[in-house]
């Protein structure tokens, strides 16, 4: 599999999803159980991607100047700063504890 | 959920005389208003591209399988999962990549549903609506351009705020995406540049207005924990994937399901 395979069928994933809630009369996941589920997968995928963005090396668990940026970046959006900036500020944290270390 | 929509979806009364004068002052009042707020949360929400850009050419894909992902994808969170997974696992993590994005992006069926009797309502001679207009919708069905129509108060102005909303953000976001990639592969050392704290930083935002419930905090502290203990085990990309099943199975049983009381 080659990175473009990879973007091709994710991305035609992704649209037929997206094509199947306007197409497909609504059912399934209108119900309650199936609705909650959906909504559940998507706090999961994200916290679990947060984890293994902060903490991750590989295979290996390793608690670096990552960590302090995401501390701060949960610090600014409880503020109510807008994305971009806590983004920007997350780089800044990271990138600064590694140039003075 | 579903009286939401069907009250979306009925015709407005047939009003005549002076109550419609005044009925379609109001209605001027709600789009105009809808078209405010469409270009307020789209604007807005363009803006990230940068950082999408940015994070997608880090993980080693070029500007046009960048591009590419904004244009037909179109749905962030997919797409940051799908550049985050490849960034941690390589092309070998490409089936939990696909996986992660497909899973992200089942939301979207759900506002679909949603948004189908607001966007797709028959025509005024009572055709259905064309093909063309139901992909376009499907299209632009996102987290943005579905709550900016449901935060509506009238039917048309519903309808006028997804198509704002959805427009803006498309236009957007594929310039910022652009100029993001560009930016990224000026940048060279990524790590250097803290890249990967801005990462699990807009996964973060993303993740954010989600957590207003218990059961969703616990969802998420559940799943971090098991995607951490997980990841020296399994293959990279894996742990992601197995942490969804908390999310399957506190969904199920419906588990820590009452309101915060604060």
Known sequence: MTTWHIILI?????????????????GFLERERPARIADLLTVALLAALIAVQTLGAGQQ????????????????????????????????????????? | MAEESESLAAPGPDLSGPAAAAAAADDVDARRSAIR??????????????S??????AAGLDIWQTCFLSLVMFTGGSQFALVGVLA????????????????????NVVYGMRMKPVVEAPRADGRRASIWRTVAAAWLTIDESTAVALAQSTDRAAK????VTGTVIFIGWNLTTFLGALIGDALGDTSAWGLDAAAAAAFLGLLW???????????????????????????????????????????????FSRRPTA
């Not at chain 2, 696992?89 to 939301?107: D, E, W």
């Open chain 2, 37 to 50: 707020d469409g270009f307020a949360v789209g604007i807005a929400t363009a803006v990230y591209g940068i």
């Open chain 2, 52 to 57: 999408f850009g940015a994070l997608a050419v």
């Open chain 2, 160 to 163: 006028v705020g997804f198509w």
């Open chain 2, 209 to 255: 207005p989600r957590l207003k419930r218990v059961q969703a905090g616990a969802v998420a502290v559940a799943a971090a924990i098991v995607a951490t203990i997980t990841t020296p085990v399994l293959m990279p990309g894996l742990p992601v994937l197995v942490a969804a099943l908390v999310a399957v199975v506190v969904g199920w049983f419906d588990l």
């Open chain 1, 10 to 26: 994710a991305s035609a994933a992704t649209l037929a999803l997206k094509l199947s809630g306007h197409l497909v009369p609504a």
């Open chain 2, 88 to 107: 941690s696992g390589g092309v070998a993590a490409g089936g939990s990549a696909i996986a992660t994005a497909a899973m992200l992006g089942i939301r």
């Open chain 1, 61 to 101: 668990i390793v608690v670096d100047a990552r960590v302090p940026a995401l501390i701060v970046a949960a610090a600014l959006y409880a503020l109510r700063v807008p994305f971009v900036v806590v983004v920007f500020v997350a780089a800044a944290v990271a990138a600064g504890i590694r140039a003075f270390t």
